[in-house]
C-alpha cells in the first residue's frame, strides 16, 4: 500500500516545477520507504535506486526525461536515508534485506517486475536483486557499482583496489564514523561529493539539501550500518551469473573503483553492454546526465 503525508511532501518541491511528481510512503518489508513517485501509472516502470551519501534527489536529472519518454518512475529514498525509516542495530542493512524492500515496493505498484537502476550502494542492491529476485528485473542498468563476486575476487587480488577501499574499512568502527561525518557542518561527506567529482558539479544549494538529509534522526549510523552489515554479513548468492538483460555504465575517472571492475563484471552478464565514460568520476548521474539517460533508454528500448 502507498500513503503520503503532508509533512514529507516538501521533499517534492525539490523537483522541476513542470514535473508532477508526488511524495509517498510505502510500506514494504516491515518498514516505511519514502518514495517519490511520476508518471502515469499504466506506464513500464522504472525504479532508482540511489546510492551513499546520497538520497532521491540524486537522480533528479533523470527522473523528467524517463517520464517524458513514456515510463513510471519510482525513486525510493532507501532504507535508512532521510525520510524513510531506520531500523535499529547492523543486521536490517543486509543487502538481501535492501533487495526485498525493493521486490516489495514493485509489487506496491501492482507489478510483476520494473526495470531497475542503481549507482553505488544501490547498485549494490540492483546486482542482489537481479542475482536473488530475477524475476522481478526486467532489465537492469548499473551505474559505477561493481559485481559482488567481482568486487570480492578483487579485494583478495587486486592490491590497488584494496588500497582505494580503505574507507569501508574504518567505516566499521562504532561511533566515531559519525563522530567525524558530523563535524564541521558534515565537511568530510561534501568533501567526498565536491573532491570526487568534476568541479562544480555540486552546487551550494545541493550540498544544503543532502545537509538536511544527513541531518534526520538516525541517517548517519543507519547509512553507515550498509557498510557495517556488508562486513559483518557477506551475501551469499544461489548464482553468480546475470541472465536479465544488462547494462553497465562507468565513468573510468572513480576514485574509489577501479575500471577493471566493470570490464569484470560484464564477463558475468549474460546479455549485456559496457559504456565506459572517460573524463567521468564515480558520479556519472550529476556529471553525464544527458548522456546516462540516453544509454539508459537505448537499453530499455532493446526488450527482453
Known sequence: MASSTSARLETAAELPSSLEAESTVRTVNGIELHVVAAGDEADPLVVLLHGFPEFWYGWRHQIEPLVDAGYRVLVPDQRGYNLSEKPDGVRPYRTRE????????????????ARVVGHDWGGAVAWDLALRHPEVVDHLAIVNAPHPV?????????PEQLRRSWYAFTFQVPWLPELASRAGN???L?????????????????????????RQDGALTAMLNWYRAAARYPPTFPRERVGVPTLIVWGTD??????ELAIDADQYCDRSRLELLSDTSHWVQHERPERLTELLLESFADGP
Open 98 to 113: 535492501c533487495s526485498r524492500d525493493v521486490v516489495e515496493l514493485i509489487a506496491s505498484e501492482g507489478r510483476d517486475g
Open 150 to 158: 567481482v568486487y570480492r575476487h578483487h579485494l583478495l587480488s587486486n
Open 186 to 188: 558534515f565537511a568530510l
Open 190 to 214: 561534501e568533501r567526498a561529493l565536491r573532491e570526487m567529482a568534476a568541479p562544480n558539479t555540486f552546487t551550494d544549494t545541493d550540498l544544503d539539501r543532502y545537509r538536511r538529509a544527513w
Open 254 to 259: 572513480d576514485v574509489a573503483l577501479t575500471t
